[in-house]
């Protein structure tokens, strides 16, 4: 960096979709106003996602000579008093989050009015977190591929091409341990090796980039924040396998991160580095992106194929596994957006370093999006091993003020609902699959007190009888019996039996479904019927939720005592069933009232109250 | 020579890409630009409609000028995405799927945006809102109605 920018000042601005969504634009454009303003001269850029999307607005400042400092949740006044004060030669301490160190600069020295400010590896956040695949998420502007090789970007892919083996390539990738980050954990060199063995030509590689697990958003941040790092790792795959052409398939509803892969790839191809002879080596390889268009099922790897050829994304059964019949019933690798970062890094570090990192049989690192209630959500790259208390605890500093942590969701809808009781659990995906649940994509969802159990089993049995494809019966069928049932208990028309019938069909689906999607379509029913199955038994015997949350079995009253009147329950009630003089206690028509709770989670003086 | 011809596929993702561009443009599936599209890519068209019902993204009905999309991933379900959607829902008039009756607004859920440490989440055509607070919706709305003032941007800041 220090190269590349010598003596301006660098202001990058987390822009990736959390970014964004907290307002970073405004950020970035009061930046670029007031710095034109005052006529202060700086190299300002968007970057990626550093993780912390809790703190964001984010905006890192790297001056030359004085250090390099992140800024957090910042509002358009804030970034104008930035500039004031940058623009007169200082680095201010107002809303400094922590100090970013440079490896190869002379701007170690903190300033002494920054002495309180931490490193950025101090902060309880990132104590325990090690950035394989995020390792330049945030850090770099995206677009530019400079930056990416000023990070040591493409050394990975020179060496593979000009001194490696496509064996080799395997060999390495294999005893480095990489295990598929898409949620299954197959290895990956093992899997390389089975398709580099296949005689069927053309080959093919996929990055898998249909992340639509909900409550996770790793592949969309590595897409948005470090593109190239994709690309070198699927170039390298390319090369191993013996294939000459690759897809990326990304869901439909990341515009931003296709917007960005595909600017990332032409500027590849404008370097020689995408294209025919890459390196002079006399291997050409090329990448496109195909745009999905909405369906969960895509994300599984027949149905990925099947879209990719233009039909409907429907699963066929495996085996034939894709490294042997693939895309146009060609040999094909499938690999998640994770892990192809990943292998940029091993290549460029060798196997030994990654298979240090971790515990035996789980080496290297996994990204974890922590979000829910929990007081720090982001996204969290850790060794794995780690146990479910530290990550929930220690990084992600507990649940949301006042309120008891109750469970993690791991795994999407393919996952499970663990009890608090279990967090001394490692994270790997062994543990995790005993207790039920699975690691899956690492979507990692914090559940407290107000967060009624047999609710979320219902919403993912929802989301999986939407999502299936239909063309398996115990999927088809099977889900929509479990979310009928589950709809009787949350509505307090339950009887005992329901629940015999609920956990049977629960064990026919798993057992039956044709694809991973219905197999694993049970396990959010399976879990909270294991761990949290006295809240089924209030539901059904007592017609009571104990997290207050479902509507048939709750009432909503208002504290005249702790009503001021102020009347933003009244506005903001969808259908008009509050009412009340202004600066008297208001009242609910229990009549109307749908007990959708906008007034309790409006009112600022908590007089809502919920009778359960 | 074979006696049965083998079929030639049409390039990688095109039908996909074929679907969304004529999304893009007139903004749902019209009749008439499927027929053409078939032919375009030697396909059926039955196989372009059993597509287009296959995938969320696509629609044959016509959809308003502004797209509100509520997240209903898990975050921003437990964080309250149901009752942003049941809300927007009454303001508008309108259930999800549907479109506001002055063309303004078309309201659908989607499965999750992938913007969960901002939940809960909607998304205005391209514009991520995070965070969202009930209260915001009006002055969200307005900033796409024409001629109404309404928030500036996406960003409401926590201090």
Known sequence: MSILYPQRPRIIVGMATCGLAAGADEVFDALREEADRLGFDLTLLATGCIGYCQQEPLVDVRMPDLGRVLYAKMTPERARNLITALSTGKLPAEHALASIPEEDSNTRKRPEHLSAVPLISELPFYTQQHKIVLRNSGLIDPFSIEEYIARDGYQALSRTLLHLSSQDVIDEITQSGLRGRGGGGFPTGKKWGVCSNETGEPKYIICNADEGDPGAYMDRTVLESDPYSVIEGMTIGGYAIGANSGYVYVRNEYPLAIERINRAIARAEECGLLGEEIFGSGFNFSIKVVRGAGAFVCGEETALIASIEGGLGEPRPRPPYPAKNGLWGKPTIINNVKTLASVSAIVSKGARWYSNIGTKGNTGTVVFSLVGKVANTGLVEVPLGLTLKEMIEGIGNGGLAGRRVKAVQTGGPSGGCLPARLFDLPINYEALTQAGSIMGSGGMVVMDEDTCMVDVARYFLNFTMAESCGKCTPCREGTRYMYEILTRIVEGQATPEDVVLLEELAIWVKETSLCGLGQTAPNPVLTTLRYFHDEYDAHIMEKRCPAGVCRALIQLTIDPELCNGCGLCMRECPVGAISGEKKKPHFIDPKMCTQCRTCHDVCPEGAVKIVR | ?159
């Open chain 2, 1 to 159: 020579m074979p006696i049965i011809a083998q079929p030639v596929h049409p390039p990688a993702g095109a039908l996909l890409a074929k679907l969304h561009a004529i999304n893009s443009e007139r903004g749902y599936l019209p009749e008439e630009d499927l027929r053409v599209a078939a032919d375009e890519l030697a396909l059926p068209l039955s196989l372009l409609y059993s597509a287009a019902t296959f995938y969320s993204a696509f629609s044959f009905k016509p959809r308003g000028l502004h797209t509100v999309q509520v997240c209903m991933g898990t975050a921003c379900y437990i964080r309250g995405g149901d009752r942003l959607l049941e809300k927007l829902e009454t303001k508008l008039g309108v259930k999800h799927g549907e479109t506001s009756e002055d063309g303004v607004f078309t309201i659908d859920t989607v499965h999750c945006l992938g913007s969960c440490s901002m939940s809960p989440v909607i998304r205005v055509d391209e514009d991520t809102y995070g965070r969202f607070k009930i209260n915001r919706i009006p002055r969200v709305l307005n900033k796409y109605r024409q001629n109404e003032p309404g928030e500036k941007g996406p960003g409401e800041q926590e201090t």
